[in-house]
């Protein structure tokens, strides 16, 4: 294969991918790829070093001339306490000629010399508290990695692992925002300063009911979906 996927396909992000902790939740990032050529169809498709981390959609497709598509890439929750910072995609692609009905024949019919491939840096960063807990220590990536079949997730859950990841956010914001009101409004008075543990502890109560409603209310459209309509 060669590497100059460069001159076929444009990536934006252009210097890679930055999943940043905490990783208690699914993490969701973009990539758009741009067929940069006013002419030729492109094929595309999606590899990772850890198909068991991260999911991708769409994993694979064809791009008109010119034609653009933003890929989702969901990083799924870590529970071990050693994080590998370092993991890397690999991004595939070749002339799409005639009508493609079926994309993994077209990929298995290409010949090596004929593909062009690109290496996508992918760096986890974990928060202050995770990097405490590992102190240290992490598994990184060593080179002759294997590159397998980027895993694509389904739409609806696609949907379910953005909102849920919104709603952290949000919660890791306002708690921030929190903080910093009380720490100027509080200053050395002790009463103010025992209560802040209790509402803290609501207001992260009240996201993760909003999380579990958010994927109880996905699961139940998913089935009023298939058997209802």
């Given amino acids: 294969m060669s590497n100059n996927t460069e001159s076929k396909l444009l990536l934006e992000p252009s210097d890679g991918i930055v999943f940043n902790g905490p990783f208690s939740r699914s993490v969701n990032r973009k990539l758009v790829i741009s067929n940069t050529s006013k002419t030729q169809r492109m094929a595309f498709k999606m590899k990772t070093t850890t198909p068991k981390l991260f999911y991708v959609r769409p994993n694979i497709g064809v791009l008109g001339p010119e034609e653009k598509v933003t890929i989702d890439i ?4 870590i529970l071990q306490e050693q994080i590998q910072k370092r993991h890397k995609f690999l991004l595939l692609a070749a002339e799409a000629t005639g009508d493609i009905t079926d994309m993994l024949e077209f990929w298995k019919q290409q010949r090596p010399e004929d593909i062009w491939d690109t290496k996508i840096k992918c760096e986890v960063i974990p928060s202050k508290e995770e990097e405490f807990r ?3 220590g992490s598994t990184d990536n060593k080179d002759g990695e294997v590159h397998f079949d980027a895993l694509e997730v389904s739409e609806p859950m696609a949907k379910l692992l953005k909102q849920i990841s919104m709603l952290e956010d949000e919660r890791m914001a306002l708690r921030d925002q929190i903080d910093d009101l009380r ?17 803290q502890g609501r207001i992260n109560f009240f996201y993760m009911a909003a999380i579990i409603l958010t994927i109880l209310g996905a699961l139940l459209g998913a089935f009023y979906g298939k058997n209802y309509l």
């Fill in 134 to 136: 590992q102190a240290g």
């Fill in 74 to 77: 969901f990083m799924q929750p």
């Fill in 183 to 199: 720490d100027q409004t509080i200053g050395t008075n002790p009463d103010q300063a025992m209560m802040r543990r209790p509402r």
